[in-house]
């Protein structure tokens, strides 16, 4: 079982109310490939970066066992640039700068050594090419897809096409409400379910997650963490730690769906720890194992063994 | 064990995007004790009434088999009327009347047969009457504190006062950031702890409950409710289903909170399906107990036998 990650490769400029950093690498499918590594030692990268990329960046996705031959080096122009600041509750961010560069042109072209991955991560890209990846593989046990509002209001007709191919979505509370219309996220998730995506997971930031499948809702809750350092990649963090374990697993039953969930959550909270990516450079599987276990027992309610009613 | 119940006994006028009544059975002590009547036989109800209090709405308590004894009825005036109108969001409302009548005058007398009470719920009244309570009861084995906004601005010092012989405090996430004067929740419950209460229960409304104790925190889901009708007293069913577990099943350990939360939030899921306290009017046991197994199920993460980390 093989993993493709698609996505942005780039430079991010953060400022948080606790610190600030130029220029570090950044993009949708670094946080997913780097996350995924953890749980799965086949992953496969799609991406474009430019000239400027620093080979000791792409040492970090080789010390990793990332397959870089879907990478594509464009030397005509600079990396993909983007530059952000958080405000003080760090749930709200400006964006500064963004600067496509070589990201503009990209146009995902899939080797022929991946064109049977297993799971399928589509990081946050404009719809028609998402589907454009879909077009170039032969059959995928699962589409796993994210998008943004960005998307959701200039793209519809591509988003509403590719959705009809992705087994799950992932997206944030206002994103639902805004891809489906409807302000209750129980009824938006019908209403999404009923364009393709089966499973859909949405996140709420600060109160954790929703997962609904076919059968039912499983309920995530959020790490209580007392100090939020950067927020950025936190979502695509999320989607590699949830995608890591299925491939890992590779049990894609009700049960496990709920189990990913969790360790995409965790995931998610050691990514806030530190700038950027740093923190997903250095974690070891027994920090993973017991954040799992501390989420876990964050919201494990011991069976009764009398006084039921 | 018993359990004693102060607080508001009132009329009240709501009128929600659903619907609107003008008058039906209120107050946080009718909730309190309603809710946990189904979990525990021995109620005793502290309160004022006036003279236009029906005698159809006494019999509601007694058909629930709550004592009565300690209920005033004060023939100089009528009972307290709250009249209010929830926005379409159900999250806000509007207070269009208040008259506090009778209830002005409250001072509340604690029968002899009530003094040994184990568990004490302090309904939302003046935290200076919620401590002239406690002054009259010999040695409760619990105390259980509800309170709001209003006190926490107009009548901190008595507020304090009340906190320091407190165990556990159920307030809302914004009151726990105003009584802390800290944003982030962890950081908050950490300073409200030290107040007195050694447990804390935060409500987050559609995004759950945290409960904080001496050794950890638990994370409760909200139930994903597709319709709330009127949202009137759930704050105060919370508190009567946690409460009543917890009489029912005479066990304060952490692991028995945490169920004792998820009983509140089951307890507080049927309250606003109906007005007022319509539903808890005519509950059974099998409904509750089917309730609570869809909550733990909710949030339930099964063991996983293999592929471990």
């Not at 039953?253 to 720890?273: K, P, Q, T, W």
């Amino acid at each position: 079982m093989s993993i493709l990650v698609v996505g942005s490769v780039a430079y991010d400029g953060i400022e948080t109310p606790f610190g600030k950093i130029d220029r570090i690498l950044g993009g949708s499918a670094t946080y997913i490939s780097l996350t995924s590594s953890y749980f799965h030692d086949s992953l496969q990268l799609v991406g474009v970066v430019g000239k400027d990329f620093a080979d000791s960046d792409l040492q970090r996705f080789k010390d990793k066992n990332i397959d870089l031959e879907g990478l594509q080096i464009d030397n005509s122009g600079k990396t993909f640039f983007w530059q952000g600041k958080y405000h003080f509750d760090l749930n709200n961010r400006d964006t500064l700068d963004t600067q496509l560069n070589v990201f503009e042109k990209f146009d995902p072209v899939i080797p022929e050594s991946y064109k049977d991955a297993s799971i399928v991560c589509l990081g946050n890209i404009a719809p028609a090419l998402q589907g454009k990846v879909l077009d170039q593989i032969s059959k995928p046990d699962l589409v796993i897809l994210d998008t943004m509002n960005f998307w959701i209001e200039g793209a519809r007709e591509d988003l509403n096409k590719t959705l009809e191919r992705v087994n799950v979505l992932i997206i944030n509370d206002s994103e639902a409400r805004e891809l489906s219309g409807e302000p209750n996220l129980v009824k938006a998730a019908e209403k999404i379910q009923a364009m393709g995506p089966s499973t859909l997971i949405i996140k709420k930031g600060e109160h954790g997650a929703l997962l609904f499948t076919e059968t039912g809702i499983f309920s995530a809750p959020a790490f209580p963490i007392i100090d939020i350092f950067d927020p950025t990649g936190a979502g695509d963090t999320f989607l590699g730690g949830f995608a890591g374990w299925l491939a890992r697993s590779g049990d894609f039953s009700d049960d496990n769906l709920r189990r990913a969930v969790i360790y995409g959550s965790a995931m998610a909270s050691f990514c806030v720890e530190k700038f950027g990516p740093e923190r997903l450079l250095d974690l070891s599987a027994t920090e993973i194992s017991a954040r799992y276990q501390e989420f876990r027992s964050l919201s494990a309610i011991p069976v009764q063994q009398d006084n039921v009613f």
